[in-house]
């Protein structure tokens, strides 16, 4: 008998994946150059050329059993103390190995951290708006997540709400900054507000709270934002990495664990990770990416197409009258509907091929996402589109 709950997630699949079809399939209709998709998050830039350097490198000079065995539980030994050094280094804090688990890109670490700290029936609190993938993420291992409500004034954290919903059954919180879909960075004062909150509830529910801080654009930022790393803030942070924006990685799957080094138990709770990954299955993320993105820890991608585009759709959404928190990074930009309900929003839209994603799912009715992950050329070419669409609906 098939499990009903898998079987009922069917008829929920992801928004952001049903509109990124429709555009493939407009685009094989009229040419996808003529499709303005703003659907998915997919870095649009090449690989730094160090990275692929270092792969013909390893694959025309090492041992192929070396490069493509499986790696230690943990991960490779060099490639962790490699990544405890340059965290170190960054942020100030007494990485070492000890603190490292390699994982199959941030979903993988998220996979891990979850397990680490939640049972069944705990909660895990989030901030919307919020990657929507959460709630499988979450509700998958038995744990319950609530979403926090935005204070759409400017994408920080609704802190009345959370002091509410912070109750005793809440083991973690999750966060994302720069936040997807949102684009916004948290700033320092926000997050030593929220620490200075779960160190007071700690103490008194008697139970350590911990943050799971979800960090796969970390590294794409724009000028003049500051960016505060947040293991800095509080001590039971449990950092989720991923390579996949800051060096265009998406498909190679490669991320890290990072358990902040004054987290009590902290050499404990990597070592559980070797034990979750035998009940689902995230064992050893491939050899040879893990050796390559070592080589290459202080390098990303050419990531200033990213403000570019930001730029130039900021203006333009202003212009023709939209509201708009500016974003301080990532590669999405999330602009208030001109009408009530965004779902209507973005299906008349897609009568100018326009597909952009409602903001529902990601808990902010009301809003809707673009990601401009694409040639500045093709965002320039959008913004007719843009404009006549506002002009003839909504003028």
Same mark, same amino acid.
Request: proline fraction near 6%; include cysteine; charge should be negative.
């Given at each position: 008998?098939?499990?009903?709950?898998?079987?009922?997630?069917? +008829?929920?699949?992801?928004?952001?994946? $049903?509109?990124?079809?429709?555009?493939?399939?407009?685009?094989?209709?009229?040419?996808?150059?003529?499709?303005?998709?703003?659907?998915?998050?997919?870095? +649009?830039?090449?690989?730094?050329?160090?990275? =692929?350097?270092?792969?013909?490198?390893?694959? =025309?000079?090492?041992?192929?059993?070396?490069?493509?065995?499986?790696?230690?539980?943990?991960?490779?030994?060099?490639?962790?103390?490699?990544?405890?050094?340059?965290?170190?280094?960054?942020?100030?804090?007494?990485?070492?190995?000890?603190?490292?688990?390699?994982?199959?890109?941030?979903?993988?670490?998220?996979?891990?951290?979850?397990?680490?700290?939640?049972?069944?029936?705990?909660?895990?609190?989030?901030?919307?708006?919020?990657?929507?993938?959460?709630?499988?993420?979450?509700?998958? #291992?038995?744990?319950?997540?609530?979403?926090?409500?935005?204070?759409?004034?400017?994408?920080?954290?609704?802190?009345?709400?959370?002091?509410?919903?912070?109750?005793? &059954?809440?083991?973690?919180?999750?966060?994302?900054?720069?936040?997807?879909?949102?684009?916004?960075?948290?700033?320092?004062?926000?997050?030593?507000?929220?620490?200075?909150?779960?160190?007071?509830?700690?103490?008194?529910?008697?139970?350590?709270?911990?943050?799971?801080?979800?960090?796969?654009?970390?590294?794409?930022?724009?000028?003049?934002?500051?960016?505060?790393?947040?293991? $800095?803030?509080?001590?039971? #942070?449990?950092?989720?990495?991923?390579?996949? &924006?800051?060096? +265009?990685?998406?498909?190679?799957?490669?991320?890290?664990?990072?358990?902040?080094?004054? @987290?009590?138990?902290?050499?404990?709770?990597?070592?559980?990770?070797?034990?979750?990954?035998?009940?689902?299955?995230?064992?050893?993320?491939? +050899?040879?990416?893990?050796?390559?993105?070592?080589?290459?820890?202080?390098?990303?991608?050419?990531?200033?197409?990213?403000?570019?585009?930001?730029?130039?759709?900021?203006?333009?959404?202003?212009?023709?009258?939209? #509201? @708009?928190?500016?974003?301080?990074?990532?590669?999405?930009?999330?602009?208030?509907?001109?009408?009530?309900?965004? &779902?209507?929003?973005?299906?008349?839209?897609?009568?100018?091929?326009?597909?952009?994603?409602?903001?529902?799912?990601?808990?902010?009715?009301?809003?809707?996402?673009?990601?401009?992950?694409?040639?500045?050329?093709?965002?320039?070419?959008?913004?007719?589109?843009?404009?006549?669409?506002?002009?003839?609906?909504?003028?």
């Amino acid at each position: 008998m098939l499990v009903q709950k898998y079987k009922d997630m069917l +008829s929920g699949r992801s928004v952001i994946r $049903q509109l990124a079809e429709f555009a493939a399939a407009r685009g094989r209709e009229i040419g996808y150059e003529k499709v303005f998709d703003y659907s998915l998050g997919n870095p +649009s830039v090449p690989v730094p050329q160090d990275f =692929t350097n270092e792969m013909v490198k390893m694959l =025309t000079s090492q041992d192929s059993v070396e490069l493509h065995g499986y790696s230690p539980n943990l991960g490779i030994t060099s490639v962790r103390e490699a990544i405890a050094a340059s965290l170190e280094k960054r942020f100030g804090l007494p990485y070492r190995k000890e603190h490292i688990f390699m994982a199959s890109g941030a979903a993988g670490a998220l996979a891990h951290a979850f397990r680490l700290v939640t049972e069944p029936g705990d909660e895990i609190l989030t901030f919307a708006p919020f990657f929507p993938e959460y709630h499988p993420y979450v509700d998958l #291992t038995g744990a319950v997540l609530k979403v926090v409500p935005p204070d759409t004034e400017n994408f920080q954290i609704n802190f009345e709400a959370f002091e509410e919903m912070l109750t005793e &059954k809440v083991m973690a919180v999750l966060i994302n900054t720069p936040n997807n879909p949102s684009g916004v960075v948290y700033s320092a004062e926000t997050l030593r507000k929220m620490a200075d909150i779960l160190n007071q509830k700690s103490i008194q529910y008697g139970h350590e709270i911990y943050l799971i801080s979800d960090e796969p654009y970390r590294e794409i930022v724009f000028e003049g934002v500051d960016a505060p790393c947040v293991s $800095q803030f509080y001590d039971n #942070t449990i950092m989720c990495y991923s390579f996949s &924006k800051s060096l +265009s990685l998406p498909g190679e799957r490669i991320g890290y664990v990072a358990v902040n080094p004054a @987290c009590k138990d902290a050499e404990i709770m990597v070592n559980m990770c070797v034990q979750i990954s035998r009940g689902i299955g995230h064992n050893c993320p491939p +050899s040879i990416i893990q050796l390559a993105v070592s080589k290459v820890l202080d390098r990303t991608s050419d990531l200033k197409v990213y403000e570019t585009n930001m730029n130039i759709l900021y203006e333009e959404l202003m212009d023709l009258g939209f #509201t @708009c928190v500016k974003p301080g990074g990532t590669f999405y930009i999330f602009p208030k509907a001109l009408e009530e309900d965004a &779902k209507v929003f973005c299906e008349k839209a897609l009568k100018y091929d326009l597909v952009l994603v409602p903001g529902d799912t990601f808990g902010a009715p009301g809003f809707f996402r673009m990601a401009y992950c694409i040639d500045t050329e093709k965002v320039k070419r959008s913004l007719p589109a843009l404009r006549k669409f506002v002009q003839e609906t909504y003028r």
